[in-house]
């Protein structure tokens, strides 16, 4: 089963800074919207983040001002910048690209998941 590999996961305290990385293999052809999700304890998974191949993004408004994502299309790899973190961003954060799959329709393929705890 193909999988995206995250790193960058940890504990901050609130007010700091974490960056997430999240690399997806070169088997995934044609990959278009990279993104973020988030699931925290007890609670449904929640967008965070997404950019297009053209760079265009989109935030949540629990995040906008505060995070940043990028991607870079050479290494396959889409980043999330978080600045100003609180202890409700604590959560397991998953990365998502949207590729062609075997078949040769798009599917979402996701990450592994990184666990960030803000807290004191």
């Known amino acids: 089963q193909v999988q995206l590999v995250e790193s960058g996961g940890g504990l901050v305290q609130p007010g700091g800074s974490l960056r997430l990385s999240c690399a997806a293999p070169?088997?995934?052809?044609?990959?278009?919207?990279m993104g973020w999700y988030r699931q925290a304890p007890a609670n449904q998974r929640e967008f965070v983040a997404r950019?297009?191949?053209?760079?265009?993004?989109a935030y949540s408004d629990s995040v906008k001002g505060r995070f940043t994502i990028s991607r870079d299309n050479a290494k396959n790899t889409v980043y999330l910048q978080m600045n100003s973190l609180n202890p409700e961003d604590t959560a397991v954060y998953y990365c998502?690209?949207?590729?062609?799959?075997?078949?040769?329709?798009?599917?979402?393929?996701w990450g592994q998941g990184a666990p960030v705890t803000v807290s004191s």
């Open positions: 950019i297009s191949s053209g760079g265009t993004t």
């Open positions: 070169g088997s995934i052809r044609s990959i278009t919207t």
């Open positions: 998502y690209v949207v590729g062609l799959s075997g078949s040769g329709g798009l599917r979402n393929y």
